[in-house]
């Protein structure tokens, strides 16, 4: 059974830094783009940040600078740091993954985690 546990969300101030990580399990994902969403109140699900297999990288133009995605390809996990936090970073983040890297970037992955809370206050 495939299953993607997200950790690492929190409450944090503006200014602020967190580390997101997502294990995937139940496959070998070695060979898969990887990626995280989020979803503010009132939102759509938005992309953030993605990897592919071999380490081609895309971010949102609004994380650009401050967000790093990583991946540990033998572990089945993806990390995303999270620096310079402000309160529109405010959501819930999910990570996904997918055979195919543009799959991951236009959300059509293939599973989905229930999505960790991060919350950045003034």
């Known amino acids: 059974q495939v299953q993607l546990a997200e950790s690492g969300g929190g409450s944090v101030e503006v200014g602020g830094s967190l580390r997101l990580s997502c294990k995937a399990s139940?496959?070998?994902?070695?060979?898969?783009?990887m990626g995280w969403f989020r979803q503010a109140p009132g939102k759509e699900r938005e992309f953030v940040a993605g990897v592919s297999w071999h380490d081609i990288v895309a971010y949102a133009d609004s994380v650009k600078g401050r967000f790093t995605i990583s991946k540990n390809g033998g572990h089945n996990t993806v990390f995303l740091q999270m620096n310079a936090l402000i309160p529109e970073d405010t959501a819930v983040y999910y990570c996904t993954v997918a055979e195919r890297f543009a799959e991951v970037k236009g959300g059509a992955g293939d599973y989905w985690g229930q999505g960790t809370q991060v919350t950045v206050s003034s």
């Open positions: 139940g496959r070998d994902f070695s060979r898969w783009a």
